[in-house]
């Protein structure tokens, strides 16, 4: 859950050629409803089609993400951009002259854009769509009301929080350097900031967040987490205390991150409590690095 607070305008180079949104994210999972549980109590719109959930925010067409069940260990299943029609074939053209091998759709993915890896073997799709991104600097509200008038409701009469759109998503790289080359050459995408070589975010050319992709250094690909844009401070703390009623009780949050602005709440998507352990303190979280993989 996020407030975002930094925005970059669109670019006045009328030759730059790149995608104008994260069109959605998917995941693959072993079990569709412990997300379909997640994302609904998260305040997001969230339908069931077989083994398929459909993310969507309330009062938006637009479907933002994907969750598959049919795999053993949760995982990235790809990455979808969205771009301009008259774009599509000169993005085609630009990725293939990179050297870029174009592949078949997934089945069930079929659709009018292609489909490629990244350097790290991550799953990507351009194609035609809407562009979702923001074409300005996304409202905020900080509700103030006059003195001697009560400004919160009751916990029980509070309002659902609803998340307006995805931000962006974060996903892990081998590499961050060769991610960013990556992903300016064949999506234009433009790096906002990063720190060293640790984590990068990057924006969309025509109108973006302070970053609609993030990259952050691991020992392998992956998926980090989504952010979702909320109208307020307010709605940070709400969704927050609503996840941890409802028993998502693990995360980081509220703060504010310098690089992009925003202020954030982050929440765990499984409990890893109810499986792992019946009873016991919070699990230290030098117990589950890998020393072996060189994390420290
Ligand atoms: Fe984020």
Same mark, same amino acid.
């Not at 549980?37 to 933002?64: C, M, P, Q």
């Not at 979808?80 to 599509?88: H, P, R, T, V």
């Not at 720190?195 to 109108?207: K, N, Q, R, Y």
């Given at each position: 859950?996020?407030?975002?607070?930094?925005?970059?305008?669109?670019?006045?180079?009328?030759?730059? #050629?790149?995608?104008?949104?994260?069109?959605?994210?998917?995941?693959?999972?072993?079990?569709?409803?412990?997300?379909?549980?997640?994302?609904?109590?998260?305040?997001?719109?969230?339908?069931?089609?077989?083994?398929?959930?459909?993310?969507?925010?309330?009062?938006?067409?637009?479907?933002?993400?994907?969750?598959?069940?049919?795999? $053993?260990?949760?995982?990235?299943?790809?990455?979808?951009?969205?771009?301009?029609?008259?774009?599509?074939?000169?993005?085609?053209?630009?990725?293939?002259?990179?050297?870029? $091998?174009?592949?078949?759709?997934?089945?069930?993915?079929?659709?009018?854009?292609?489909?490629?890896?990244?350097?790290?073997?991550?799953?990507?799709?351009?194609?035609?769509?809407?562009?979702?991104?923001?074409?300005? $600097?996304?409202?905020?509200?900080?509700?103030?009301?006059?003195?001697?008038?009560?400004?919160?409701?009751?916990?029980?009469?509070?309002?659902?929080?609803?998340?307006?759109?995805?931000?962006?998503?974060?996903?892990?790289?081998?590499?961050?350097?060769?991610?960013?080359?990556?992903?300016?050459?064949?999506?234009? #995408?433009?790096?906002?900031?990063?720190?060293?070589? #640790?984590?990068?975010?990057?924006?969309?050319?025509?109108?973006?967040?302070?970053?609609?992709?993030?990259?952050?250094?691991?020992?392998?690909?992956?998926?980090?987490?989504?952010?979702?844009?909320?109208?307020? #401070?307010?709605?940070?703390?709400?969704?927050?205390?609503?996840?941890?009623?409802?028993?998502?009780?693990?995360?980081?949050?509220?703060?504010?991150?310098?690089?992009?602005?925003?202020?954030?709440?982050?929440?765990?998507?499984?409990?890893?409590?109810?499986?792992?352990?019946?009873?016991?303190?919070?699990?230290?979280?030098?117990?589950?690095?890998?020393?072996?993989?060189?994390?420290?």
């Amino acid at each position: 859950m996020t407030a975002i607070r930094g925005y970059v305008a669109p670019t006045t180079d009328t030759d730059a #050629l790149g995608v104008h949104s994260l069109d959605q994210f998917v995941l693959a999972v072993p079990d569709a409803s412990v997300a379909q549980d997640f994302y609904g109590n998260f305040g997001l719109d969230v339908s069931r089609d077989g083994n398929v959930l459909a993310i969507k925010t309330f009062g938006h067409e637009h479907r933002w993400g994907s969750v598959i069940e049919g795999i $053993k260990t949760k995982a990235l299943h790809h990455l979808s951009f969205g771009c301009y029609a008259d774009d599509l074939p000169r993005l085609k053209a630009r990725i293939e002259e990179q050297g870029v $091998k174009l592949i078949d759709p997934p089945p069930g993915f079929e659709s009018n854009g292609f489909w490629f890896r990244n350097h790290d073997g991550v799953l990507i799709e351009v194609k035609v769509g809407p562009k979702v991104s923001p074409d300005r $600097k996304a409202e905020s509200q900080w509700i103030s009301v006059p003195a001697g008038v009560p400004g919160t409701s009751v916990r029980a009469k509070a309002p659902p929080v609803r998340p307006r759109r995805l931000s962006h998503v974060l996903i892990f790289t081998s590499d961050v350097s060769e991610s960013i080359k990556f992903y300016e050459r064949t999506l234009g #995408l433009r790096l906002s900031d990063r720190a060293s070589d #640790l984590v990068a975010f990057m924006h969309g050319i025509h109108g973006s967040d302070h970053h609609l992709l993030a990259l952050v250094k691991s020992v392998a690909p992956g998926f980090h987490h989504c952010s979702w844009d909320v109208a307020s #401070l307010n709605d940070i703390g709400l969704g927050a205390m609503r996840m941890h009623d409802k028993g998502w009780t693990k995360g980081w949050g509220l703060g504010r991150h310098v690089l992009g602005s925003n202020y954030f709440h982050y929440v765990r998507d499984h409990k890893p409590e109810d499986s792992f352990y019946l009873w016991g303190p919070d699990v230290p979280r030098e117990f589950t690095i890998n020393y072996e993989g060189g994390e420290s």
